[in-house]
């Protein structure tokens, strides 16, 4: 069983990926800097447990809440679904396919047959399009492949795991309302919330108090790591390349911001975007400090991480802050 016509070129973030796909194929065309935009996607955490080689840096929030605010923005009809069972979550699937709808699916990537990199991660998501008697047909990021398949088995075992980020056979598909939608004042109070959410978090460890916090702590990190040469680089490439669009997803954010001026005459977007144009290359520096300093086991590299990010936990104040009279 497949279903026709589903894609989206390009796709760089897993989550906005499958649901640019699931809209294409309702008749929505946004870009994935819009999506993710109005999604209030952006955001920091600094995670850590005793577990974990080195802390987490993730610059977005929770998992499928940008799906979930883009339905709120635009009106969509968004039938999301959870459940313990492994038996009715496979109905979902099928119900919606024979529909000829593509689903989303919340999953953890570990098991997926075409994932190189073996790395847990629980609030993976894609969208799927068709099923033969061994493979499912999916959609992820053009990092992952785009058009893949993965075994049925293994896509249960992806379905089924629990953990960190992990959700309950999460599937979701999504009905769009008649004519296109009215971005101006969805893309102003989608800047707000984020605005909003980034400039007072309920935890130290979230949004620019979550920076700050990192700025102490990451000058640490090689005395932390069990192996800095493994531990360190991987921690950077999940920042720079593991499906954020780059710098920990300011790159996609600034992108959202020059596209919102182009649609919305408001000096206060266009002023953000070019303190956002500033910061993103910021991440990206941050990242390779830490790359190298895993590398080389050199201190001198994390501690210039730390200053890098001290100067950004006030450079994302000071944008949000002038975003949040957007």
């Known amino acids: 069983m497949i279903v026709e016509n589903v894609a989206f070129p390009g796709g760089r973030h897993c989550e906005t990926t499958a649901l640019g796909a699931l809209l294409r194929h309702a008749g929505v065309e946004l870009s994935e800097p819009m999506l993710f935009g109005l999604g209030a996607g952006l955001g920091f955490v600094y995670w850590d447990a005793k577990a974990m080689a080195v802390p987490f840096l993730g610059g977005r929030t929770k998992p499928l809440e940008i799906v979930r605010t883009v339905g709120d923005r635009l009106g969509l009809t968004l039938d999301v679904r959870e459940t313990g069972s492994s038996g009715k979550a496979w109905q979902h699937v099928e119900e919606a396919l024979a529909g000829g709808r593509p689903i989303g699916l919340q999953l953890d990537s570990y098991h997926l047959d075409y994932f190189t990199t073996k790395v847990h991660f629980g609030g ?152 956002y144009a500033a910061i993103a290359p910021l991440w990206t520096e941050v990242a390779a400090h830490i790359t190298a300093a895993g590398q080389t086991g050199e201190a001198a590299h994390l501690a210039r991480a730390g200053a890098i990010l001290t100067d950004l936990a006030e450079r994302e104040r000071q944008a949000m802050e002038t975003l949040s009279h957007a």
Do not use: C
């Not at 058009?147 to 629990?162: D, F, H, I, N, Q």
């Open 124 to 275: 993976h998501t894609v969208a799927m399009y068709g099923y033969d008697d061994t493979h499912a047909y999916l959609l992820d990021t053009a990092q992952q492949g785009g058009a893949v398949t993965t075994t049925l088995a293994s896509l249960a075992r992806a379905r089924a795991e629990r953990g960190p980020m992990t959700a309950r056979h999460l599937s979701f598909t999504i009905a769009a309302p008649t004519g296109p939608p009215d971005l101006g004042d969805a893309i102003r109070a989608a800047v707000r919330d984020n605005a909003h959410a980034f400039l007072h978090p309920p935890i130290a460890n979230l949004g620019h108090r979550g920076i700050a916090k990192a700025a102490r702590l990451v000058p640490g990190w090689l005395d932390r790591a069990h192996d800095p040469s493994h531990d360190l680089p991987l921690a950077a490439t999940l920042m720079e390349r593991g499906g954020t669009g780059g710098a920990l997803f300011r790159a996609m954010y600034r992108d959202f911001l020059a596209e919102s001026a182009e649609i919305v005459d408001d000096a206060t977007i266009r002023r953000g975007h070019q303190m």
